[in-house]
């Protein structure tokens, strides 16, 4: 593995352990060059899936970019980041037991939205703003009363 610090190929695994909810192992390891400690993840991977982007371009899934999405919709919210960590988890699991080998961003977007929305109203909110792309005050407002309107049933 790859040190992030000093980019040196080798590094020694000191500490191996599954994680909270045993979705992934965490390893703890220290570069041979510099020394440096780093914690890597590893995760199971079914198959290769390709994310269709709304302009038709294509990348590969990247489960990181759930990861940082969700973390910014959930700042400062006070959450623990075990359920953020499942969330994620949850998202990637739908998408890997689709079987299909694409997807839409669209959909993804979607699985997020709904997870948020069963964790914090405020995150759900937040992502919703980028996700749809809010362009006025209204939106919000507008967005915001269905999320309390739904809360009341």
């Known amino acids: 593995m790859r040190c992030p610090f000093c980019a040196h190929d080798d590094s020694q695994v ?12 965490r390893r703890r390891r220290q570069c041979d060059s510099c020394g440096a400690r780093f ?8 198959r290769e899936i390709t994310v269709v982007k709304s302009d038709d ?15 910014l919709a959930c700042r400062k919210r006070g ?3 075990e359920r ?11 998408i890997e037991t689709l079987g299909e080998n694409e997807i839409a ?8 939205m709904e997870g948020l929305r069963k964790l914090d109203s405020v995150a759900y909110i937040r992502f919703a703003s ?19 309107d739904a809360g009341k049933n």
């Open 14 to 25: 000191k500490d191996s352990r599954p994680t909270e909810d045993n979705t992934a192992i």
């Open 39 to 46: 914690t890597t993840f590893e995760r199971v991977q079914l």
């Open 57 to 71: 371009k294509r990348e590969t899934f990247d489960r990181a970019k759930i990861e940082q999405s969700v973390a």
């Open 79 to 81: 959450l623990a980041q």
């Open 84 to 94: 953020l960590d499942q969330l994620v988890t949850g998202v990637q699991r739908q």
């Open 105 to 112: 961003s669209k959909a993804i977007g979607e699985m997020v």
């Open 130 to 148: 980028v996700y749809r792309d809010f362009t006025e005050a209204r939106d919000f407002e507008e967005f915001a009363s269905t999320v309390r």
